[in-house]
């Protein structure tokens, strides 16, 4: 027999960087009309960044210690991993998610429960097989003044973000303050405040142009370690900015031998494709948009020798198999999958 609510379950997706008051009134709505509530992390295998600081268990430990004992009984906390460039993936992720809680869901009544905040909001409408549960912004609040106020040096900013953050997001926001993680990214968002800065008085906004080589051969990719002051220790394609006087390729050739000292006469008769990315925030720093040589050597027993080089800590071979998204750069690990077709 049916309860009285209206909803078996409630979804809820979302970042949750951090879980503040708004997120806090959405559950609440939601264990007010269903009789439990699904809230999916997003982002789950994303590496530490000022725009996705905390990890999934971390978030996980914010939203239920946000809650009463009675009310956490009701709410299960599922990761979700990013897929770049595949929203198939993605949702195919969001619904399996959903069915290892609900079960057989043509028997049960299921509904997304948000608000449309802005475009980052356009998954509400992707799924026709369940109820669509509209509730108002609270008090409009949004968690990316709050990340910036907690990485800025504005202590008035950052003592009213925490006034919008739960209890229990504030005692952990206050103790991860303290933490080697914690000044890793101020030091991440204080660069990109700064190159954000130095183009501020442009007549235009900046959009720049890199070119990146993926270069696989005998189940292996060719990866640096980023040193400098961005993105430092994430693993990443070889790679970079194209200068004035050469073309996309060109660049790419460049930035390999600078990068890795690989043999770059082992490129050729190797390309596969090139491709274009160019989402819009693929990059924090600011509009990026990079073109993607794919060369496959021919399989052998021996790795080509390689040698970091330039502005990269290390270049080696990483096995296929133990690519972790945790670990890349920006969203180099989409564009690995995108091409690569896994």
């Given at each position: 027999?049916?309860?009285?609510?209206?909803?078996?379950?409630?979804?809820?997706?979302?970042?949750?960087?951090?879980?503040?008051?708004?997120?806090?009134?959405?559950?609440?709505q939601?264990?007010?009309?269903?009789?439990?509530?699904?809230?999916?992390?997003?982002?789950?295998?994303?590496?530490r960044?000022?725009?996705?600081?905390?990890?999934?268990?971390?978030?996980?430990?914010?939203?239920?210690?946000?809650?009463?004992?009675?009310?956490?009984?009701?709410?299960?906390?599922?990761?979700?991993?990013?897929?770049?460039?595949?929203?198939?993936?993605?949702?195919?992720?969001?619904?399996?998610?959903?069915?290892?809680m609900?079960?057989?869901?043509?028997?049960?009544?299921?509904?997304?429960?948000?608000?449309?905040?802005?475009?980052?909001?356009?998954?509400?409408?992707?799924?026709?097989?369940?109820?669509?549960?509209?509730v108002?912004?609270?008090?409009?609040?949004?968690?990316?003044?709050?990340?910036?106020?907690?990485?800025?040096?504005?202590?008035?900013?950052?003592?009213?973000?925490f006034?919008?953050?739960?209890?229990?997001?504030?005692?952990?926001?206050?103790?991860?303050?303290?933490?080697?993680?914690?000044?890793?990214?101020?030091?991440?968002?204080?660069?990109?405040?700064?190159?954000?800065?130095?183009?501020?008085?442009?007549p235009?906004?900046?959009?720049f142009?890199?070119?990146?080589?993926?270069?696989?051969?005998?189940?292996?990719?060719?990866?640096?370690?980023?040193?400098?002051?961005?993105?430092?220790?994430?693993?990443?394609?070889?790679?970079?900015?194209?200068?004035?006087?050469?073309?996309?390729y060109q660049?790419?050739?460049?930035?390999?031998?600078?990068?890795?000292?690989?043999?770059?006469?082992?490129?050729?008769?190797?390309?596969?494709?090139?491709?274009?990315?160019?989402?819009?925030?693929?990059?924090?720093?600011?509009?990026?948009?990079?073109?993607?040589?794919y060369?496959?050597?021919?399989?052998?027993?021996?790795?080509?020798?390689?040698?970091?080089?330039?502005?990269a800590?290390?270049?080696?071979?990483?096995?296929?198999?133990?690519l972790?998204?945790?670990?890349?750069?920006?969203?180099h690990?989409?564009?690995?999958?995108?091409?690569?077709?896994?």
């Amino acid at each position: 027999m049916h309860s009285a609510r209206q909803f078996d379950y409630l979804v809820f997706i979302g970042r949750f960087q951090p879980f503040h008051q708004g997120h806090h009134h959405v559950v609440m709505q939601a264990l007010a009309h269903a009789d439990r509530v699904i809230v999916l992390i997003g982002s789950a295998n994303a590496p530490r960044t000022p725009k996705n600081p905390f990890t999934a268990d971390e978030r996980r430990t914010m939203i239920l210690n946000s809650f009463g004992e009675i009310e956490r009984e009701r709410i299960h906390c599922v990761p979700i991993n990013d897929a770049t460039y595949n929203d198939n993936k993605w949702l195919i992720g969001v619904q399996r998610a959903i069915t290892s809680m609900t079960g057989d869901s043509a028997q049960k009544r299921i509904g997304i429960i948000g608000h449309t905040k802005d475009e980052s909001s356009y998954y509400l409408h992707l799924f026709p097989q369940y109820d669509s549960f509209e509730v108002d912004n609270f008090q409009g609040l949004s968690a990316t003044p709050i990340r910036k106020a907690y990485f800025g040096d504005d202590l008035d900013k950052k003592s009213t973000a925490f006034e919008r953050l739960t209890a229990a997001s504030g005692e952990f926001l206050d103790a991860f303050e303290r933490t080697d993680s914690y000044h890793y990214l101020k030091q991440e968002y204080q660069h990109i405040q700064a190159y954000q800065a130095a183009w501020q008085t442009a007549p235009y906004p900046p959009n720049f142009i890199t070119s990146d080589a993926l270069i696989v051969q005998s189940g292996h990719i060719l990866l640096i370690e980023r040193g400098g002051e961005y993105g430092q220790g994430l693993y990443a394609l070889p790679g970079g900015f194209v200068d004035t006087n050469e073309d996309f390729y060109q660049a790419c050739l460049r930035e390999v031998q600078e990068e890795t000292n690989l043999d770059i006469s082992l490129l050729k008769n190797s390309l596969i494709t090139a491709t274009l990315f160019d989402a819009p925030k693929r990059s924090q720093r600011a509009r990026t948009v990079t073109m993607v040589y794919y060369f496959e050597l021919p399989k052998r027993q021996t790795l080509p020798d390689i040698q970091a080089g330039d502005d990269a800590n290390r270049a080696f071979w990483l096995p296929l198999s133990k690519l972790n998204a945790v670990q890349m750069f920006e969203d180099h690990y989409g564009i690995i999958c995108q091409l690569l077709k896994i």
